[in-house]
């Protein structure tokens, strides 16, 4: 056996003669969507803080309060300290949002999905995932030890043909799906999926990640997403019955056994939900700038604020993106297996706060340098 060093040192030369090296580079954030790098001012692309929550004033003021009244910490999981009294309001909003009976928040949106999954579905049991799910989605269908099968993207064909197919052989069938998929920005067929789960006796799990405060609320059995993008905040949820909330408390293992947000980040997720609710226009901008972009590009309307340019292969993804930040404008390149091979992209996210500026110059020097 290799030295661990060794073996790391292998293991990243191999990543390197992919481009597929990734490295975490210290970039601060100035307020808005402007970044700093290396000593440089960017306009970034690649943040998820699609309202620009994240610095506005009352949900800065919220999370202050919290952390002077209550501390920074949980201190414990939330069934065994007992649950900090800002959950009720946050978890009241998440369900009213997503009308629903109930909510539960978690650590974040990662460990609700390896949480949730396994507490619905076991090694009897099928999940239909859609190809391109998000990674923790896939890893709470591998944790559950359920049936793990794929469907082609979006393709609700092929997820009844899997259902004929494979269906009677299991007790219980979960199928997965998002709302706005996170690397390409299209909209999941979620009311769609509904028939087919209702036909074949299946649970529809959706990840709203993305879509919650920049698209509509979709119902499905199990509703899930995240505090930290839209809300600007920390932390994961699940929405659905009274009865699925009471029973992921009683069998999700990364809400038992995982620390309770700090109650400063619960503040400021209850007072983002409030301005998200109450404010229809902002919630409208991101797909604005969104479709300025897409338009600019003469390319049909983006579905969602994220949108993807895809170049083919990871050199000319990170190459892309290197020609952009001389430009000022900072967009990552998104690589395998982020994304399948050969589908390497500039994914850009749009926030509220964008200028039409910058959308407007991205566009015509991705087509100008022929990327686009
Ligand atoms: C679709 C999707 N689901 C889940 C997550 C995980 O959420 P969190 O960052 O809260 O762990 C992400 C990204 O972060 C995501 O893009």
């Given at each position: 056996m290799p030295s661990l060093r060794d073996f790391a040192r292998g293991q990243l030369a191999r990543t390197a003669q992919q481009s597929l090296t990734r490295t975490v580079r210290e970039t601060e954030r100035l307020g808005r969507t402007r970044v700093r790098r290396g000593g440089q001012d960017y306009v970034s692309f690649s943040c998820n803080d699609y309202l620009g929550l994240t610095h506005?004033?009352?949900v800065i003021a919220a999370a202050r309060a919290a952390l002077e009244r209550y501390g920074t910490g949980a201190a414990a999981s939330r069934l065994v300290t007992g649950s900090h009294p800002l959950y009720a309001e946050l978890e009241r909003l998440l369900a009213e949002l997503k009308g629903t009976e109930a909510a539960?928040?978690?650590?974040?949106?990662?460990?609700?999905?390896?949480?949730?999954?396994?507490?619905?579905?076991?090694?009897?049991?099928?999940?239909?995932?859609?190809?391109?799910?998000?990674?923790?989605?896939?890893?709470?269908?591998?944790?559950?030890?359920?049936?793990l099968l794929r469907f082609a993207h979006n393709d609700l064909e092929h997820c009844r043909e899997l259902l004929e197919e494979h269906r009677a052989r299991f007790e219980r069938c979960l199928i997965l799906t998002e709302t706005v998929f996170s690397m390409d920005g299209d909209r999941g067929?979620?009311?769609?999926l509904m028939g087919p789960a209702r036909a074949w006796d299946a649970w529809l799990m959706t990840d709203?990640?993305?879509?919650?405060?920049?698209?509509?609320?979709?119902?499905?059995?199990?509703?899930?997403?995240?505090?930290?993008?839209?809300?600007?905040?920390?932390?994961g949820y699940v929405c659905g019955s009274s009865e699925l909330i009471a029973w992921l408390d009683n069998r999700a293992r990364s809400l038992l056994f995982a620390?309770?947000?700090?109650?400063?980040?619960?503040?400021?997720?209850?007072?983002?939900?409030?301005?998200?609710?109450?404010?229809?226009?902002?919630?409208?901008?991101?797909?604005?700038?969104?479709?300025?972009?897409?338009?600019?590009l003469g390319r049909?309307?983006?579905?969602?604020?994220?949108?993807?340019?895809?170049?083919?292969?990871?050199?000319?993804?990170?190459?892309?993106?290197a020609m952009l930040e001389r430009h000022g404008l900072l967009v990552v390149a998104i690589r395998p297996p982020s994304v399948p091979p050969g589908t390497a992209r500039l994914r850009f996210t749009f926030s509220a706060l964008h200028e039409p500026e910058p959308i407007e110059r991205a566009a015509a020097l991705l087509k100008e340098q022929g990327y686009a």
């Amino acid at each position: 056996m290799p030295s661990l060093r060794d073996f790391a040192r292998g293991q990243l030369a191999r990543t390197a003669q992919q481009s597929l090296t990734r490295t975490v580079r210290e970039t601060e954030r100035l307020g808005r969507t402007r970044v700093r790098r290396g000593g440089q001012d960017y306009v970034s692309f690649s943040c998820n803080d699609y309202l620009g929550l994240t610095h506005h004033p009352e949900v800065i003021a919220a999370a202050r309060a919290a952390l002077e009244r209550y501390g920074t910490g949980a201190a414990a999981s939330r069934l065994v300290t007992g649950s900090h009294p800002l959950y009720a309001e946050l978890e009241r909003l998440l369900a009213e949002l997503k009308g629903t009976e109930a909510a539960r928040v978690f650590g974040s949106g990662y460990l609700a999905n390896l949480g949730v999954i396994p507490a619905l579905v076991g090694k009897n049991d099928l999940v239909l995932a859609d190809r391109l799910c998000h990674a923790c989605m896939y890893d709470g269908a591998r944790l559950s030890g359920a049936t793990l099968l794929r469907f082609a993207h979006n393709d609700l064909e092929h997820c009844r043909e899997l259902l004929e197919e494979h269906r009677a052989r299991f007790e219980r069938c979960l199928i997965l799906t998002e709302t706005v998929f996170s690397m390409d920005g299209d909209r999941g067929p979620v009311e769609d999926l509904m028939g087919p789960a209702r036909a074949w006796d299946a649970w529809l799990m959706t990840d709203d990640a993305h879509g919650l405060g920049t698209c509509p609320a979709i119902a499905a059995d199990v509703q899930m997403g995240t505090l930290s993008k839209a809300v600007g905040s920390y932390g994961g949820y699940v929405c659905g019955s009274s009865e699925l909330i009471a029973w992921l408390d009683n069998r999700a293992r990364s809400l038992l056994f995982a620390t309770g947000l700090p109650p400063a980040s619960v503040a400021a997720a209850t007072a983002a939900l409030r301005i998200i609710r109450a404010d229809p226009e902002l919630r409208q901008k991101p797909l604005e700038h969104a479709r300025r972009f897409t338009t600019a590009l003469g390319r049909p309307p983006a579905a969602s604020p994220i949108v993807p340019v895809i170049v083919g292969e990871a050199e000319r993804a990170l190459a892309a993106s290197a020609m952009l930040e001389r430009h000022g404008l900072l967009v990552v390149a998104i690589r395998p297996p982020s994304v399948p091979p050969g589908t390497a992209r500039l994914r850009f996210t749009f926030s509220a706060l964008h200028e039409p500026e910058p959308i407007e110059r991205a566009a015509a020097l991705l087509k100008e340098q022929g990327y686009a």
